[in-house]
């Protein structure tokens, strides 16, 4: 089974059994997101609710800085919060940076060249999305395996909040996560820069480096496998500057969005795609063109790459407001690693691969690639 091209129908559904809404389609999808009466402040309805209430005190330092993500508010706390980090994002910033990341990208290349294993995701999304965001952040010294822990504890609590062992790990993840970035010596870092009390600030740290990570393993991973699938990477490596690069990340964005869905809650009634949507009501906006529930069965293949179309206008990233601050490094990062990975090694081939089983912070578990293409 391929991926089909993602559907360009917008659907407003409402499903009993799950007792939420269901949007799907990017104009539907963008309305939803700049819609004023949904809320991001959804931690309430969307995961405590589900987390049993004798554990809310035994994780009340969870549910207390998860309060204070500025991707979970509205209104003046999250513009406040967004605008104070804003400045670590900046083009100009990002266009410094471009160069050592191209260095970060290069020596984990030859590292990935040498390992064992070649799997594309332990071996090499793990290690350049750690190393990325600890320079944008100003982070130095980022500890991969330590990084993507805690943020597969916080993606585990998020995903099955009900669990007693994932909002404990969650916890003590944040906890960890606290402690390093406080510890960080860069005077220009998320720590110096975000705003509020130590507690919100703490908050606002752990949150942007975690939206960070899972998210850029998950688009490297989708970016090679379509790459290499689509045969693309000896046109890439051939090429003078990063466009080809370019299209093949917008399109991975497009087709296999690492987010797959943002949740919101009507603070008062509003109508979307003709239907009416009640205060109290839960919207879950899918952000891969699809319905979040139709598509059972994972891809076995990449689906097929049209040169040239305009991708830039899916919503992997979000839409209004909450739009990601992180996407232009995130889209740097990765279309620097597939020109870096085409030339080096334009006859590789996928042999394993084998996905997450977390349906929001898509992905894989393992990529593992055959470098010179002898499993072709
Ligand atoms: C492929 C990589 C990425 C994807 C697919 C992605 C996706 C998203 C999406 C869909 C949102 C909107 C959330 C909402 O509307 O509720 C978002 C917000 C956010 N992202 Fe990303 N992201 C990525 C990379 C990054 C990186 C590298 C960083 C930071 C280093 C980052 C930090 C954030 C932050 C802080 C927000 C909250 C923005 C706000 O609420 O104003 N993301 N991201």
Same mark, same amino acid.
């Given at each position: 089974m391929t991926t089909d091209d993602t559907s360009t129908a917008s659907t407003v559904q409402y499903y009993d059994e799950l007792g939420c809404w269901v949007v799907w389609g990017r104009q539907a999808a963008q309305a939803a997101l700049e819609d004023p009466h949904l809320s991001s402040e959804t931690l309430e309805a969307a995961n405590l609710s589900y987390l049993p209430t004798d554990m809310h005190e035994e994780c009340s330092h969870l549910i207390e800085t998860m309060r204070r993500w500025f991707v979970l508010l509205d209104g003046s706390r999250h513009t406040t919060a967004r605008r104070a980090v804003q400045p670590l994002f900046s083009p100009r910033r990002i266009r410094r940076l471009e160069e050592t990341i191209e260095v970060i990208v290069d020596e984990e290349l030859d590292?990935? @060249?040498a390992s064992e294993s070649h799997d594309a995701v332990a071996e090499l999304a793990d290690r350049i999305s750690a190393r990325t965001?600890? /320079? /944008?952040l100003g982070l130095p010294g980022s500890d991969h395996l330590s990084l993507h822990r805690w943020a597969k504890a916080l993606t585990d609590f998020l995903g099955t909040s009900y669990r007693r062992d994932c909002a404990v790990g969650a916890q003590d993840a944040l906890r960890e996560m606290g402690e390093f970035i406080k510890n960080a010596p860069d005077e220009d870092s998320i720590w110096s820069r975000a705003s509020g009390s130590e507690w919100d600030r703490l908050a606002t740290s752990s949150m942007v480096m975690f939206g960070g990570l899972e998210t850029t393993v998950g688009l490297i991973g989708f970016s090679l496998w379509h790459m290499l699938g689509n045969g693309l990477a000896p046109r890439i490596a051939a090429a003078d500057t990063d466009e080809a690069a370019k299209e093949v990340v917008? *399109? %991975?964005?497009?087709?296999?969005? $690492? /987010?797959?869905?943002? @949740? *919101?809650?009507?603070?008062?009634?509003? #109508? !979307?795609?003709? *239907?009416?949507?009640? #205060?109290? +009501?839960?919207?879950?906006?899918? !952000?891969?063109? *699809? +319905? !979040?529930? +139709?598509? $059972?069965? !994972? $891809?076995? %293949?990449p689906t097929t790459h049209h040169q040239g179309a305009d991708r830039s206008d899916h919503v992997a990233f979000g839409f209004g407001m909450h739009y990601c601050v992180g996407a232009p490094l995130a889209r740097i990062t990765v279309a620097q690693l597939l020109t870096g990975f085409a030339r080096r090694f334009p006859d590789a081939t996928v042999k394993e691969v084998a996905w997450r089983k977390n349906r929001t912070f898509r992905g894989f578990d393992r990529l593992v690639l055959d470098l010179d293409g002898a499993s072709r």
């Amino acid at each position: 089974m391929t991926t089909d091209d993602t559907s360009t129908a917008s659907t407003v559904q409402y499903y009993d059994e799950l007792g939420c809404w269901v949007v799907w389609g990017r104009q539907a999808a963008q309305a939803a997101l700049e819609d004023p009466h949904l809320s991001s402040e959804t931690l309430e309805a969307a995961n405590l609710s589900y987390l049993p209430t004798d554990m809310h005190e035994e994780c009340s330092h969870l549910i207390e800085t998860m309060r204070r993500w500025f991707v979970l508010l509205d209104g003046s706390r999250h513009t406040t919060a967004r605008r104070a980090v804003q400045p670590l994002f900046s083009p100009r910033r990002i266009r410094r940076l471009e160069e050592t990341i191209e260095v970060i990208v290069d020596e984990e290349l030859d590292a990935y @060249a040498a390992s064992e294993s070649h799997d594309a995701v332990a071996e090499l999304a793990d290690r350049i999305s750690a190393r990325t965001i600890g /320079l /944008l952040l100003g982070l130095p010294g980022s500890d991969h395996l330590s990084l993507h822990r805690w943020a597969k504890a916080l993606t585990d609590f998020l995903g099955t909040s009900y669990r007693r062992d994932c909002a404990v790990g969650a916890q003590d993840a944040l906890r960890e996560m606290g402690e390093f970035i406080k510890n960080a010596p860069d005077e220009d870092s998320i720590w110096s820069r975000a705003s509020g009390s130590e507690w919100d600030r703490l908050a606002t740290s752990s949150m942007v480096m975690f939206g960070g990570l899972e998210t850029t393993v998950g688009l490297i991973g989708f970016s090679l496998w379509h790459m290499l699938g689509n045969g693309l990477a000896p046109r890439i490596a051939a090429a003078d500057t990063d466009e080809a690069a370019k299209e093949v990340v917008e *399109r %991975a964005l497009e087709v296999y969005a $690492p /987010l797959g869905h943002v @949740a *919101r809650i009507a603070t008062s009634t509003t #109508e !979307l795609g003709g *239907r009416t949507v009640m #205060e109290g +009501d839960l919207v879950l906006v899918s !952000l891969t063109g *699809r +319905d !979040l529930f +139709d598509t $059972p069965q !994972l $891809p076995t %293949a990449p689906t097929t790459h049209h040169q040239g179309a305009d991708r830039s206008d899916h919503v992997a990233f979000g839409f209004g407001m909450h739009y990601c601050v992180g996407a232009p490094l995130a889209r740097i990062t990765v279309a620097q690693l597939l020109t870096g990975f085409a030339r080096r090694f334009p006859d590789a081939t996928v042999k394993e691969v084998a996905w997450r089983k977390n349906r929001t912070f898509r992905g894989f578990d393992r990529l593992v690639l055959d470098l010179d293409g002898a499993s072709r």
